[in-house]
C-alpha cells in the first residue's frame, strides 16, 4: 500500500541525494546546490570515498555533515542493497552518472525500492524505453516519480513547446505544429562523455536496437495505441516547414537551420504520448487532438556559410562510422577529431563556461496561416554544464513542493516519465526556473535584440 508524498517526505532527513557526485556534471549540481539552497539537507553518492570527500570539503561540508551525508556504493550491480540503504532516507535523488544505457537501471531500480524520487540526466531515447518497460508500473504502485532528460536534453524543447501550447490555447486555438531552434553564444566544446553517449544512442538507433525497444513498449502498452490521435486534418497549415540534406532558413531570426540531433523531438513525443494514454481528457493532449507537426533545429549564423558546411561533414561522417561497431570503436576513441574540437575529454574551460549562452526559439502555430503564432524565448547561461545543473535543481524543487500540502501541481503523482509530461502544466517548475537563472518568456515576436549572433 503507497503512502502520500506528503506523509512520506514527513520522515525523510534528506532533501536531494547526488548520485555521480563526482563526474562533471555531478560535481556542479552539488556545487549548485551548496551555494545557491543551503536551505536543502544534501547528500552525495558514487564510488570512491576520496572522490567524494574532496566534492564534499569543496562545498564546506564539515566533518560531520561528510559523515552523516556521504555514502560509498562502489559496485551498483551487486550492491543494490547498500544503494537502496543509501537512498531510503531521502526525497529526490538526482542521478548524474552516464552512460545510462550501460549503468542506469540499477539506480532506477534502487530508487523505485526505496521509493525515492528520481530525476536523471539522459539524452538516450532507448535508456527511456528500457526504463519505462522496466520500472513504470512497479514506480505506480510505489508513487514514486521517474523523470529522465531533465537537462539542456530536453527541458528547454519541452518546457518551451508546452508553455508556447499553452498560450495558444488561452486563444481557444488549436496547435497545428511546433518549431523549436536552439541557439548557442560562446559555446566552442563540451565534454567528452556526452559525444560517447551520442555515438551509442545512434548505433542503437542504426542497428535496430532502438526499434526492438520500441516494439516492445507497444506490446507492453496496449494503452499508447488505443489512444493515438486522430490524423491531422489536411487542411491544416503545413508550418512548420523543416529543412531536409541542406540548411534550411528561417526568415523571423535569420539564421540558417539544420536538423537537430538530440533527443529532443523523441521525448516531446513520448510527452505527448504518455499524456495521451494517462489523461485521455488532457486540454492540450486529449485522445480527440490531434498531434501538432514537430520540428527541432540547430540554429547557425546565417552569414557564416562555412559552419554550416562544416557541420553537415563532421554530421555526415559521424552518422556513417556510428552505424558500424568498428565506426563506434573509432569515434570513441577520438572525440576531438571527429567534432572538429567541440567534443573533448577535459571539456570546456572555466573561461568558456562562464561566457557560453543558450537561446531556444519556441514557435506554436495555430490551423491556419493567418492564426496567431505563440512564441516562447527560453535563454540561460552555458547549456552543458552551467544551466544543466538549474534545470535539474529547478525540477527537483518542483517536486519537494508536490511533497507539501497544497503544493503538487505536477501532471501525475508517479510514474516514468519524460519532462514534458510531468511538468508541463506546472506554474511552479517556470517560477523556480526564473528564479535560478534560465528565463521561459512568453514574447509577441522574435525582435532583433534577441538575436543570437
Known amino acids: 500500500m503507497t503512502t502520500s508524498r506528503q506523509e512520506r517526505y514527513s520522515t525523510r532527513t534528506i532533501d536531494i541525494i547526488v548520485h555521480g557526485a563526482t563526474g562533471f556534471t555531478g560535481k556542479r549540481v552539488v556545487t549548485h546546490l551548496a551555494k545557491h539552497h543551503s536551505e536543502l539537507n544534501v547528500a552525495v553518492c558514487g564510488r570512491s570515498q576520496d572522490k567524494l570527500t574532496a566534492v564534499a570539503n569543496s562545498v564546506g561540508w564539515n566533518e560531520s555533515k561528510c559523515k552523516s551525508s556521504i555514502f560509498v556504493v562502489s559496485d551498483i550491480v551487486n550492491e543494490n542493497d547498500k544503494l537502496v540503504a543509501a537512498f531510503a532516507n531521502a526525497k529526490v535523488v538526482i542521478a548524474c552518472a552516464g552512460p545510462y544505457r550501460q549503468c542506469g537501471l540499477p539506480i532506477l531500480k534502487a530508487a523505485v525500492e526505496a521509493r525515492t524520487d528520481y530525476l536523471d540526466l539522459c539524452g538516450e531515447p532507448q535508456f527511456f524505453d528500457d526504463a519505462l518497460l522496466s520500472f513504470d508500473r512497479e514506480a505506480r504502485s510505489a508513487g514514486v516519480l521517474a523523470c529522465h532528460a531533465a537537462a539542456f536534453d530536453c527541458v528547454p524543447a519541452e518546457l518551451g513547446a508546452a508553455l ?83 540548411p534550411g532558413y528561417n526568415e523571423e531570426l535569420e539564421l540558417r537551420t539544420m536538423k537537430f540531433v538530440g533527443a529532443d523531438s523523441s521525448a516531446i513525443r513520448s510527452s505527448w504520448r504518455y499524456l495521451r494514454s494517462r489523461k485521455p481528457d488532457h486540454p492540450r493532449k486529449g485522445t480527440s ?165
Open 164 to 246: 508556447a501550447e499553452r498560450e495558444l490555447l488561452k486563444n481557444n486555438t488549436s496547435c497545428a505544429g511546433v518549431e523549436v531552434i536552439h541557439t548557442m553564444q560562446n559555446v566552442s566544446c563540451a565534454n567528452a562523455t556526452t559525444w560517447h553517449a551520442a555515438v551509442d544512442g545512434f548505433h542503437a538507433a542504426a542497428s535496430g536496437e532502438l526499434a526492438k525497444s520500441r516494439q516492445k513498449v507497444k506490446e507492453n502498452y496496449p494503452e499508447f495505441k488505443e489512444t493515438m490521435p486522430p490524423s491531422r486534418p489536411a487542411e491544416w497549415a503545413k508550418a512548420p516547414v523543416a529543412p531536409g540534406l541542406l
Open 289 to 453: 487532438i490531434p498531434e501538432p507537426k514537430l520540428s527541432v533545429l540547430i540554429g547557425m549564423d546565417s552569414k557564416d556559410s562555412m559552419s554550416a558546411l562544416k557541420v553537415m561533414g563532421f554530421g555526415a561522417t559521424f552518422s556513417f562510422l556510428a552505424r558500424y561497431k568498428w565506426g563506434c570503436d573509432m569515434l570513441h576513441a577520438n572525440p576531438e577529431g571527429f567534432s572538429g574540437g567541440v567534443f573533448k575529454t577535459e571539456g570546456p574551460t572555466q573561461e568558456e563556461l562562464e561566457k557560453g549562452r543558450f537561446t531556444t526559439y519556441v514557435t506554436a502555430f495555430g490551423p491556419n496561416n493567418n492564426d496567431r503564432r505563440a512564441r516562447v524565448k527560453v535563454s540561460g547561461p552555458e547549456p552543458g554544464y552551467v544551466a544543466t545543473p538549474i534545470l535539474i535543481v529547478s525540477l527537483a524543487l518542483t517536486i519537494l513542493d508536490a511533497g507539501k500540502a497544497d503544493g503538487n501541481d505536477l501532471s501525475f503523482d508517479a510514474g516514468v516519465t519524460l519532462p514534458g509530461a510531468l511538468f508541463g502544466d506546472s506554474e511552479k517548475v517556470y517560477e523556480h526556473m526564473r528564479n535560478e537563472g534560465v528565463n521561459f518568456d512568453v514574447v509577441d515576436e522574435f525582435d532583433d535584440s534577441q538575436s543570437p549572433v
